[in-house]
């Protein structure tokens, strides 16, 4: 196959390690799969938090990464590479041809033990990658106890990472909690926009802001099913 078939991870930079682990566990419910000392990078540390089997978010914190410096784009927040899945070893090197024909540079594979990439760049200083695994990443593996340490993780933590605490739905009839300030609010509106946005009813809402017509009007496919 000569196409990607998914994100194998999305790699987002961090001054803040051991809080993002927290959120996307707690908050997401995604597994804590993966923290060691980036391939590569010195000083920087990689984790990855579990989508599914073949997909994450992973988190890169190093001595590059700044919480204020946006014009090396390499800030806290930002993204910092996205790698593309394929399916086997062969899609990697079909891939590879492929981006050579268009005439674009590109390395690898490169053998990191849970997954293959090989490496190019997009536009506008995009960094890309293209990554196959073989078998699911093994936490058992590949959390290193010294960049446990290192990060500030403490045993019972490490236990809520790798298994988030259980969340039973409740129908969707959870209220918004008041705006709290100390947490991360949507950063393009203004503190007057998201209380009030944030205060109204969810059925309000959503018939405010719902633009479900296309721009053309064909036969609507059948709703996937369940």
């Known amino acids: ?16 390690m051991r809080d993002q682990l927290e ?23 990689h984790a990855f938090v579990k989508l599914n089997d073949f997909s994450s978010v992973a988190f890169v914190q190093g001595p590059k990464v700044s919480a204020t410096d946006t014009v090396t784009r390499n800030f806290g927040g930002s993204m910092q590479h996205v790698a593309f ?7 990697l090197l079909a891939m590879r041809d ?9 390395f690898g594979p490169v053998d990191h ?15 890309l990658e293209v990554a196959t695994s073989e078998v699911a990443l093994d936490e058992r593996a590949w959390i290193d106890p010294e960049v446990v340490e290192l990060v500030g993780i403490d045993d019972d933590m490490l236990e809520r990472l ?3 605490a259980p969340f039973t739905s409740q129908g969707g009839t959870i209220p918004n909690p008041p705006v709290d300030w100390s947490r ?13 946005l944030m205060a109204r009813p969810d059925a309000e809402v ?10 053309v009007k064909v036969e609507p496919r059948e709703p996937r099913s369940s």
């Open 1 to 16: 196959m000569t196409n990607p078939t998914g994100v194998h991870h999305l790699a987002i930079s961090t001054t803040r």
């Open 23 to 45: 959120f996307f566990t707690d908050v997401l419910g995604a597994e804590l799969k993966a923290i060691y000392w980036m391939h590569g990078i010195e000083g920087t540390f």
């Open 85 to 91: 899945n394929v399916d086997t070893y062969d899609d």
């Open 98 to 106: 492929r981006i050579r024909d268009r005439g674009y540079n590109v």
């Open 113 to 127: 033990g849970f997954c293959n990439s090989i490496y190019f760049a997009g536009l506008e200083g995009m960094m």
């Open 162 to 164: 790798k298994h988030p």
């Open 184 to 196: 991360p609010q949507i950063p393009y509106m203004t503190k007057e926009q998201v209380e009030e």
């Open 206 to 215: 959503m018939a405010e802001m719902a633009q479900p017509d296309p721009p």
